[in-house]
């Protein structure tokens, strides 16, 4: 899907440190609410919210088993962080909220139903600031709290045109396939769109003006928000001249861009400071997905070196990358740190890694991103219950990365338990949607020795959760 498509499907379907806070200053957050519609509201009970809950882990988990998403656990925890952030600031929703990163160069970001918000890498690199990431974040989970999507599939489904039913089609389409589902919206606008975007207009409209409420109360930028629509206006090329001309014509984003602005001024004066480990995070990101850009200029020195370690690394030259981070890292900061322990495991520097990690696993225990590389580190040098005691301080949860469950098989394997094992694999299968797999794993870690009552207790309810999941084929 291309730049452009990325703003259509925003303004359709949709439209993100480890925990840092920024300072707020002189926001009034007070003001009225500039008489817009008020589209939020109930559009089911208990059983549609679980409905809802199940269509949007069928989704994350699709993305996941087709490797789509970005599964670094310092990236992740970066993401969900920014994302609990806000949220802690947003209205009440029903159900919880899942923040991801897809390895996907498109500029764009889409809410499902669920609570599932999937931010594109290539959105994130065309971002300057934690702010203007956080804006679109907010303005995603606004769409949730706000009920815009269920409320917009209601409407289709009652809507006796071919309109409503193919719009239904691409969104349901576009929870499976972004690029599908984003053509057949595209096709469905060519039509008749004017129906349909004025439900699009006043969901834009609210989704602004809460995100914006969101942003600022969470001590960022508001100004965030108007800047990356801005952006935004400036994405396009040849190949969508027809619907850029369709955008340029309509009032909505000019108006949209207009309005955000005189919003956000009159929410006051920023004069708290943008967090660093965005920059960091943001380079991270840049390096994961082989993209060809480089750090922009403007940068602190640190973050420059911080992102030439990262494509040494990516590039497989572990020597020169480690010795550059060995002068260059601060292994009081702790993405630097990271990558200075992880480039020591590629020179078999074990002993290394652990002493730089240590200090970290103090301040911040169970931290998956640390706990990882410590305990591989552990495991390389035959030290077998260390490793299992750092891991096992990970509380896990439907965004723990693959990559944990594996190192908690091996641990698993090493320790001579195999009935934590099979766990490992199971919990892995159900975050990728391998239900029967799963079962098998799950039935099989019952039935052997080394399981205490909690932990048997745990499996049966994790049998009875997906008893109903229906296979994954391929």
């Known amino acids: 899907m291309n730049k452009i498509n990325a703003l259509l499907f925003c303004l359709l379907l949709t439209a993100p440190a480890l925990m840092s806070t920024s300072v707020k200053a002189d926001l009034n ?19 549609a919210s679980i409905k809802e809950r199940e269509t949007g882990l069928d989704v994350l988990r699709n993305l996941r088993a087709r490797g789509l998403l970005i599964e670094d656990p310092e990236v992740n925890l970066w993401i969900r962080s920014l994302g609990n952030r806000l949220t802690a600031r947003a209205p009440t ?82 929870t499976k396939d972004a690029e599908a589902g984003s053509a057949i919206i595209n096709a469905t606008l060519a039509t008749t769109a004017h129906q349909q975007l004025a439900f699009g207009r006043e969901a834009e409209s609210e989704a602004d003006r809460v995100g914006l409420r969101i942003l600022a109360s969470s001590g960022l930028n508001p100004q965030g928000m ?42 006051g004066v920023f004069r708290g400071k943008e967090n660093i480990s965005y920059q960091y995070m943001r380079e991270k990101v840049r390096a994961l997905i082989n993209s060809n850009s480089h750090a922009p200029v403007s940068v602190p020195p640190q973050i420059k070196n911080y992102s030439k370690i ?20 601060s292994s009081n900061k702790i993405s630097e ?17 652990i002493s730089v990690l240590t200090p970290l696993s103090k301040i911040y225990p169970g931290n998956e991103s640390i706990a990882i590389p410590m305990s591989q580190a552990y495991i390389s040098l035959g030290q077998i219950e260390p490793a299992w005691k750092i891991i096992n301080e990970v509380h896990t949860s439907e965004q723990t ?16 338990n195999t009935s934590y094992a099979y766990r490992a694999v199971a919990e ?18 019952m039935k052997l020795p080394g399981s205490n009552v909690n932990e048997l207790q745990e499996m049966r309810q994790m049998l009875d959760q997906i008893k109903n999941k229906k296979v994954k084929k391929g």
């Open 401 to 416: 990365t693959l990559e944990f469950f594996e190192v908690q098989q091996e641990l698993s394997r090493l320790r001579g």
């Open 93 to 174: 929703s029903p159900n919880p909220f899942y923040f991801v990163a897809a390895r996907n160069s498109d500029i764009n970001a889409f809410a499902t139903l669920g609570g599932v918000i999937v931010i594109n890498s290539g959105l994130i690199l065309s971002t300057s600031t934690e702010s203007e990431l956080a804006a679109v974040l907010a303005h995603e989970i606004a769409h949730v709290t706000q009920r815009h999507i269920p409320r917009m599939i209601a409407k289709a489904e009652s809507n006796k045109f071919a309109t409503g039913a193919a719009l239904l089609a691409g969104v349901i389409a576009a």
């Open 29 to 47: 957050l007070e003001l009225p609410d500039f008489n817009l519609p008020q589209l939020g509201g109930n559009t089911g009970g208990i059983a």
């Open 310 to 329: 990262l494509q040494l690394k990516k590039q497989g030259a572990f020597q020169q990358a480690y010795n550059l981070a060995s002068s260059q890292l």
């Open 428 to 445: 892995r299968n159900i975050r990728t949607g391998h239900y029967q797999a799963a079962r098998i794993q799950l039935a099989k870690a």
């Open 226 to 267: 108007p800047r990356f629509l801005q952006k935004l206006e400036e994405y396009g090329d040849s190949k969508t001249a027809e619907i850029r001309e369709f955008l340029q014509n309509h009032p909505l984003t000019i108006k949209r861009v207009s309005d955000t602005s005189v919003r956000a001024s009159q929410l």
């Open 337 to 353: 740190a990271i990558l200075l322990a992880e480039l020591a495991i590629k020179q078999r520097q074990f002993n290394k890694a």
